[in-house]
């Protein structure tokens, strides 16, 4: 290639030629990150056999669970013919928690490396992915990998694949992440077929932030990618949506680790330093310009992430309050995707209400917190979100069934549903339909991706997706199934409120909202589990569930009886019946002004056995 220089547009368009954006996309523990470190050894970016594992995995919580949970990008260089190339690698999560991870990775890049497990074949999350990628107009490059295991079956994986993307079977490539094999062939053919980024014709400074963190030091680190112009140090920028002005203090790319630079030019992938400590100024989807010459039209951003599980967060001792409240708020820098509103529970005290993309994610924020802050907390049953008509007109959002107005106030619930793809097993298909069906799920489609794996469309109300169908999915099909789900929307639903009582008072931490079908077996479960939980007290005690004011399951806990004739021996029986007679009396005038104290234990067991059956 001749190196001509005519003008500046013509260096930037020769230099940009050389670069390459991509990211690694799959199911859940297909090998996204190890194939990473492969490519990190590969170009030179950290020593061979050195490095640990999944080297962009940063967080404890990612090496311990295998999973990735923040993307990371980093730079690669990569000599070929006589050329050094730029490749821009972003590893991204697989779990569909971390879906708008994913999202914001794809508007970065011109090309995506389709992940699936030669073992495993393709996976739910497999085809999730594949389709946001393909909607962002991405050239996919289909991978089969782990082909050194035993249990590998790569032909089998590669026809599922050319069914799925609809490539041809020559396109597809084959490679162990763990030995390396085939990996160089994968950066070849990144070169041939990912485009390089195009050329915007006006020259002015247009960054997208895809990503972003913070600094306890530095203040948020935003990662860019430079779609015109070019960035450069001690620059005055402006956010154009968010309309924050600063300058640029610092800036650079990850080579793997922070690497200075005076410069970022068009189609390059880095990262920007600022000073500024409110991330609420910088934020991900908004678009970087330049302060003296703004450009005229903004780049199309994405959604900001809308949390569709919420539970209570609360701290096992009540001193612990300002702790919690500051460790979310600190949390939240690094993490934007949740939030958090004080809220007050009469059996728990002062915590939190908390929003979350999904079960996965709420673990680990409360693992995070837990870990990292040294908190002892209680978090309550997931609810959803419901869209509540009352007959006077008012139309509410509850996130807490506590909140939930009584049944004869209200007009219509709607409630959020999703669009629910299984991948199963052939031979498991009956177990999924059944347990779907148990779980109101609507059945929709069912296509075979090959002789013996099916894929199942279903429409499923979110409330039973988050309490606890994906463990039992599992456990139907013994580890074989995977699922996939998106938001569709809000439907009408026949639901109610349960409120357990525990001797006449409602306790507000074990409130639901229930199908009115279930909600009498929900009720029974309920108390019968609370009567093993909650101590025998000196006075008989009821646990109950009701429905408004109408009481549908009920569990008596019996009184603590002390011998009071342990001290007569023999003689006449009226004596002991007289201790009896008044023990008996106490025990009714205890009962009717008594007060059973449910102690932390209870609400810890009961949340941890919550199985949503």
């Not at 089969?144 to 249990?151: H, Q």
């Not at 990618?225 to 001690?234: A, D, H, Y």
């Amino acid at each position: 290639m001749p190196f001509v220089i005519i003008g500046i547009k013509e260096v930037l368009e020769l230099n940009s030629a050389l670069i390459r954006n991509f990211c690694i996309i799959a199911h859940i523990d297909h090998g996204k990150s190890t194939l990473a470190d492969r490519m990190l050894e590969l170009t030179g970016a950290i020593e061979a056999g050195h490095a640990k594992p999944q080297f962009l995995d940063r967080m404890d919580l990612e090496r311990e669970r295998g999973i990735t949970i923040k993307a990371q990008a980093v730079r690669l260089e990569y000599r070929r013919e006589g050329l050094k190339y730029q490749l821009n690698l972003i590893d991204t999560p697989g779990h569909v928690d971390f879906n708008y991870e994913v999202s914001r990775t794809l508007a970065a890049c011109e090309g995506a490396i389709l992940l699936v497990d030669a073992s495993q074949g393709v996976e739910a999350q497999t085809i999730g992915n594949l389709h946001l990628a393909m909607e962002s107009g991405l050239e996919i490059i289909p991978v089969v990998n782990k082909i050194d295991l035993p249990s590998a079956e790569p032909g089998k994986t590669a026809d599922e694949i050319v069914d799925i993307v609809g490539v041809k079977h020559e396109e597809v490539l084959f490679c162990s992440s763990k030995t390396g094999e085939g990996v160089p062939g994968i950066l070849e053919q990144v070169i041939e077929r990912v485009p390089s980024p195009e050329w915007s014709g006006d020259g002015m400074l247009r960054a997208l932030v895809f990503d972003s963190n913070y600094d306890p030091y530095r203040g948020v680190v935003i990662f860019v990618r430079v779609m015109s112009g070019k960035l450069e140090r001690g620059m005055e920028v402006k956010m154009m949506g968010a309309g924050s002005e600063t300058h640029i203090e610092d800036l650079g790319y990850m080579n793997p680790e922070m690497f200075p630079s005076d410069v970022l030019e068009k189609g390059e992938v880095g990262f920007v330093i600022t000073g500024i400590k409110d991330v609420s100024k910088l934020p991900v989807g908004d678009t970087l310009t330049e302060s003296l010459n703004i450009a005229g039209t903004a780049l199309p951003g994405y959604r900001r992430p809308k949390p569709v599980v919420f539970a209570g967060l609360y701290p096992v001792e009540n001193n612990d309050y300002q702790q919690l409240r500051d460790a979310l708020s600190k949390l939240q820098l690094n993490d934007s995707s949740f939030y958090f509103d004080p809220e007050n529970s009469k059996a728990l005290g002062f915590g939190f209400r908390c929003g979350f993309l999904g079960l996965l994610h709420m673990e680990i924020v409360r693992e995070r917190l837990e870990r990292e802050y040294d908190l002892d907390l209680i978090i309550t049953s997931p609810s959803v979100a419901y869209r509540v008509n009352c007959k006077d007109g008012r139309k509410l959002i509850v996130e807490n069934p506590t909140d939930m107005p009584p049944s004869s106030e209200v007009e219509t619930v709607e409630e959020p549903y999703v669009a629910l793809l299984v991948v199963t097993p052939g031979d498991m298909v009956g177990p999924v339909m059944e347990l779907s069906q148990r779980r109101r799920a609507t059945y929709k489609d069912m296509v075979y991706l090959s002789s013996n794996r099916v894929e199942l469309y279903y429409k499923m109300p979110l409330m039973e997706m988050v309490s606890g169908f994906y463990d039992q999915l599992k456990s139907n099909t013994r580890g074989f199934a995977s699922l996939d789900y998106e938001l569709t929307g809000f439907e009408k639903g026949d639901l109610v409120r349960l409120d357990i009582l525990v001797h006449g008072e409602p306790v507000d931490a074990f409130s639901q909202v229930v199908p009115r079908q279930n909600a009498q077996a929900r009720g029974r479960e309920l108390a019968k589990k609370l009567k093993t939980i909650i101590p025998r007290q000196m006075f008989q005690v009821a646990v109950q569930a009701a429905i408004g004011g109408r009481v549908i399951a009920r569990e008596t806990i019996p009184p603590l009886k002390k011998d009071v004739t342990s001290k007569c021996y023999g003689g006449d029986i009226t004596r002991k019946r007289k201790l009896w007679e008044k023990q008996k009396a106490g025990k009714k005038r205890m009962k009717r002004v008594g007060k059973v104290d449910i102690p932390q234990e209870a609400f810890i067991s009961m949340m941890s056995n919550e199985d949503g059956s």
